[in-house]
């Protein structure tokens, strides 16, 4: 058994979920982010509150509504995409800071960049559902991916390179996209006034960077929802909510993200938490594996309870930002360019 079954959900209850995203969405930039500015810590701070709020709520409102399993999956769900997106804004901070953005407009490119990745993560995890329901034993494959994927995050080291790495895809996307190296405020394309002709601003390169990486992120991230949920609805939802969440985390983080120097270990043992589980699940589904578990361990049934993987997902978490915080005490935040 991988997860209980699916929820019977209706089209008023998407509509109604679509509905409120649009709203939030549209109240978030027409009347707090109308104009490019550089958004500070405490502004940071208290959107994050905002958005980790609404998605604690939304968690207690499946667990009254729809049984504590249902609301188990989606805040387990939630916490491991909200976790995966923390190593994902350290990547963003290096390419606005490789691509020489300023504080002011990177705001713009994370709005737009999330709005694309809303459409993409959409079609990306109802054709995971689809191939999932087609294809079971995908599952145990995605296991295996995230186990090398969490262990090669362990051991991962902090390259001096990654700016290079960016201007060599920057150079690349040049070959295929005119552009200008000069930015032009908040405009992702510019008119030349010799030439006439439209060229793309350092902004909007920015903004192409930022939807790839976070696509590549999405390969891992959707996987790992999957093995703690099989709905659809919980899996598009818990990623909608830490999606919303992005802009305000990653200036949060920007503020003070030498802070943060162990976090990759919580994330690890999460992607390789998962990766087991969905293994063990998936072998646990042949005849033999179970005869051998119910006979010599003793075991009925090889599954990992919702409530059990939110725990450990909660407490490695807490472990490595608690264990960050406490060894950079008193560190001094790396000062960030406003030009």
């Known amino acids: ?43 940071a701070a208290g959107w994050t509150a905002v958005w980790m709020s609404l998605a604690f709520i939304f968690g207690g409102i499946l667990w009254h509504f729809e049984g504590h399993q249902y609301g188990t999956e989606f805040l387990a769900g939630y916490l491991i995409e909200q976790s995966l997106s923390m190593d994902n804004m350290f990547v963003f901070i290096l390419i ?5 953005i300023p504080p002011a407009l990177q705001h713009r490119v994370l709005f737009w960049g999330i709005l694309s990745a809303l459409i993409l993560r959409a079609i990306m995890i109802f054709a995971g559902a689809a191939l999932l329901n087609q294809f079971h034993w995908l599952i145990g494959i995605f296991g ?11 051991f991962k080291s902090e390259g001096a390179d990654d700016g290079a790495d960016t201007q060599r895809w920057v150079r690349l996307l040049q070959r295929f996209i005119p552009s200008t190296p000069i930015l032009r405020g908040h405009r992702f ?21 930022v939807e790839f990486t976070d696509v590549v992120f999405a390969l891992d991230s959707i996987p790992a929802v999957f093995g703690v949920t099989k709905d659809p609805f919980l899996v598009f939802t818990s990623n909608i909510f830490a999606i919303l969440g992005l802009r305000s985390m990653f200036f ?8 943060f120097a ?37 075991i009925e049934e090889i599954h990992i309870s919702p409530l ?32």
């Open 252 to 259: 949060l983080l920007a503020a003070a993200v030498d802070r």
């Open 144 to 154: 295996v991916f995230l186990l090398y994927t969490g262990g090669k995050l362990l």
């Open 189 to 209: 394309f510019w008119k030349e006034e010799d030439t006439g002709k439209w060229v793309a601003t350092p902004l909007f390169m920015t903004l192409i960077l």
């Open 308 to 339: 059990l993987s939110l725990a450990f997902i909660v407490s490695a978490l807490a472990i490595s930002i608690t264990w960050s915080l406490i060894a950079t005490k008193g560190a001094v935040p790396a000062e960030r360019d406003e030009t």
């Open 262 to 298: 162990y976090v990759k270990y919580g994330i690890s043992a999460v992607l390789c938490f998962v990766g087991a589980k969905m293994i063990v699940e998936y072998g646990g589904e042949f005849a033999s594996v179970q005869t051998f578990a119910r006979e010599q361990l003793g």
């Open 96 to 100: 606005f800071s490789a691509m020489k």
């Open 1 to 43: 058994m991988i997860a209980s079954p699916a929820m019977n959900v209706t089209p008023w209850m998407w509509g109604g979920f679509l509905t409120f995203i649009f709203v939030m969405l549209a109240i978030d930039l027409g009347l707090f982010h109308k104009e490019s500015h550089r958004v500070g810590a405490k502004e």
